[in-house]
């Protein structure tokens, strides 16, 4: 049984930081493309960044330059971290496992954690 489990989330002012963090038990994490979603009140479910098993990184355009994902095998982590934050990016974040390759479809992804609430002030 896989578990995920994020941390990091919380409230910050616009132009600040976070660095959330995905936990993940289980075997063979190393092999697996993960990513992050986020989900405002009353919106859906929407890609943020990937990271495929060799390290090769995807990310959504409102994003790019300001987030960065990385992954540690040794810890059985994958981080989000996050600058510049924007009241927009307000949201539940959660982590996932992907079923296959990389994909921005939450389909594509098969065990998800709790989530984490980022809120961003202005």
């Known amino acids: 049984q896989v578990q995920l489990v994020e941390s990091g989330g919380g409230l910050v002012q616009a132009g600040g930081s976070l660095r959330l963090s995905c936990a993940a038990s289980?075997?063979?994490?190393?092999?697996?493309?993960m990513g992050w979603f986020r989900q405002a009140p009353g919106k859906e479910r929407e890609f943020v960044a990937a990271?495929?098993?060799?390290?090769?990184?995807y990310y959504v355009d409102s994003v790019k330059g300001r987030f960065t994902i990385s992954r540690d095998n040794a810890k059985n982590t994958v981080y989000l971290q996050m600058s510049s934050l924007k009241p927009e990016d307000t949201a539940v974040y959660y982590c996932?496992?992907?079923?296959?390759?990389?994909?921005?479809?939450?389909?594509?992804?098969?065990?998800w954690g709790q989530g984490t609430q980022v809120t961003v002030s202005s």
């Open positions: 289980g075997r063979s994490f190393s092999s697996y493309n």
């Open positions: 996932a496992r992907s079923i296959g390759g990389i994909t921005t479809t939450p389909r594509g992804y098969d065990y």
């Open positions: 990271i495929s098993w060799g390290g090769s990184t």
